[in-house]
């Protein structure tokens, strides 16, 4: 099972990566799909069936083929792409690489200093819904509503 979650992680890793490197953007979303997949693959190895369920249908399903269907809905053509490379030039890299670096850092330091195993339960759908719809609903409602005013001005800034 270790093995299976380090492979699903390495899987997630390069993925994302892709999705930053990628110009074409719907390969770039095909490979967030693949990203959200090992994701949920991690959350099961780690005894989360449910969240790995909810993390593979919500995300992986329903948010990903809807943000397929805005950007073929726009259409950005071949001018897009360009902007796009032309944003991947070296001096842009600076920022985003020290803050990773610094993230890795604060990673391998905590791998380090934590030697336990790691205690693995399991997760009811009952305790998720429990706190989804009680304590956190307002949580719950402030992030829908974030995304989906989100997607909103991304068509609205994108529309020619």
């Known amino acids: 099972m270790i093995l299976l979650f380090y492979i699903a992680g390495a899987v997630a890793i390069i993925s994302t990566v892709a999705v930053i490197l990628q110009t074409n953007i719907v390969h770039a979303l095909i490979y967030l799909i693949l990203s959200l997949l090992a994701v949920a693959v991690c959350f099961y190895v780690l ?3 449910f969240a790995a369920v909810l993390e593979a249908i919500v995300y992986a399903g329903a948010i990903m083929v809807l943000f397929l269907f805005v950007i073929m ?3 950005m053509g071949q001018h897009s792409i360009d902007q796009e490379r032309s944003w991947m030039g070296p001096k842009i890299w600076i920022v985003p690489s020290i803050l990773a670096s610094v993230l890795l850092a604060q990673l391998l330091t905590v791998i380090t200093q934590y030697n336990h195993e790691l205690a ?3 997760v009811d759908v009952m305790e998720v819904s429990a706190l989804l719809f009680g304590p956190y609903v307002l949580a ?3 992030a829908s509503i ?3 005013a989100g997607l909103v001005a991304a068509y609205h800034l994108a529309k020619k």
């Open 47 to 49: 005894g989360a069936p």
């Open 73 to 75: 809905m726009l259409n």
């Open 120 to 122: 693995l339960t399991t």
């Open 140 to 142: 719950v409602e402030l």
């Open 146 to 148: 974030l995304l989906l």
